[in-house]
């Protein structure tokens, strides 16, 4: 397993994926027709053959990785201001129609709902009960409001994140929210970097838009030029005001011109909203396809509970 392991670590392949990848790998390689065994199935003492290897397989990588294996799977995360305090927002992977909750007492138990039910509370990391309890209505009605708008930015955003420039937007988006949070020693509160970040996400994916479209773009950051040479070949719905939220100085990389919690947290959203404008237009322009299945994450049956 260790020379498995190895082999999957020269492929660059993720370590959420090597369970997978690891159980493939070993099944085609010795032509050994391994199926895929159910979850928490156990091993019969002895027995390296079949479901039986099958399920080592998947327990060696579980005792190596632990928590490492745990992936995010939804479509980006963002940020949401909570009583003056910034929570990442854990966007959710919708397939369908989901309908949007906000049920205080069922706050961290996502088994206890239909697959079609999505508790949005769920999706504010770090969020405690206690906080919880004392939320007004109107405050746990922005909250839901928000994580259905950003889940909607980021399926729109998604679609050019396999473009050119677009994993390293996608980098971008994440390490913005990762600045502003705060909760990593890496990034302790950098707000000017997240700034810069929300800007060169913007930036990046307006030119995967133009690389597919085959509109010539010069080598610059300015956000202000770009949209406007996007919206100069008839891509519309790109807010003015989002464009001077998310632009800024090279300078605020290394705090020369300041910047604070407010602006980071503007940056971020104001980047999102453009990628998501300039995603959907991508769609609609047939340079790339649509998701395949369409995200319908509702308000309509909101309960606050």
């Known amino acids: 397993m260790e020379g498995v392991n190895a082999e999957l670590q020269r ?15 070993i099944s085609s390689r010795y032509g050994l027709g391994l199926r895929m065994p159910p979850s928490g199935a156990k091993p ?6 079949g479901d039986d290897l ?4 998947f327990d060696w990588f579980d005792t190596r990785c632990g928590d490492r294996l745990k992936a995010d799977w939804g479509p980006g995360n963002s940020v949401i201001v909570i009583r003056g305090d910034a929570y990442r927002l854990v966007l959710p992977r919708v397939s369908g129609t989901v309908h949007a909750i906000c049920d205080r007492s069922k706050h961290g138990q ?4 239909p697959n079609n039910v999505l508790n949005v509370l769920d999706c504010v990391d770090g969020l405690q009960r206690g906080l919880c309890a004392v ?6 009605f922005q909250i839901t409001s928000e994580v259905v708008k950003a889940t909607h930015q980021f399926v729109a955003i998604e679609v050019l994140f396999k473009a050119r420039f677009g994993p390293e937007a996608r980098g971008d988006l994440f390490t913005s929210v990762e600045c502003i949070v705060g909760q990593s020693p890496s990034y302790l509160r950098e707000y000017g970097l997240s700034r810069w ?7 990046k994916i307006i030119k995967a838009y133009c690389k597919l479209k085959r509109i010539s773009f010069t080598n610059t950051h ?5 949209s406007d040479l996007v919206t100069g070949h008839g891509l519309t719905g790109i807010v003015k005001k989002h464009v001077r939220d998310a632009n800024c100085d090279a300078k605020v990389r290394y705090g020369d011109v300041p910047s604070s919690f407010d602006q980071a947290c503007n940056a971020h959203w104001a980047a999102r909203s453009i990628c998501a404008v300039v995603g959907k237009a991508a769609v609609a322009d047939g340079l790339v396809p649509s998701p395949r ?5 509702r308000l309509q049956s909101l309960r606050i509970v």
């Not at 099958?54 to 397989?57: E, L, P, S, Y």
């Open 197 to 203: 970040h929300s800007l060169h996400a913007t930036e």
């Open 110 to 113: 996502p088994n206890s709902l």
């Open 44 to 49: 019969v003492d002895d027995s390296y053959e």
């Open 54 to 57: 099958a399920i080592r397989i």
């Open 293 to 297: 299945v369409p995200c319908d994450l």
């Open 11 to 25: 492929q660059d392949i993720p370590i959420h994926h090597r369970p997978i990848k690891g159980w493939f790998l």
């Open 222 to 226: 300015d956000i202000v030029k770009l």
């Open 135 to 140: 939320l007004s209505p109107h405050e746990l």
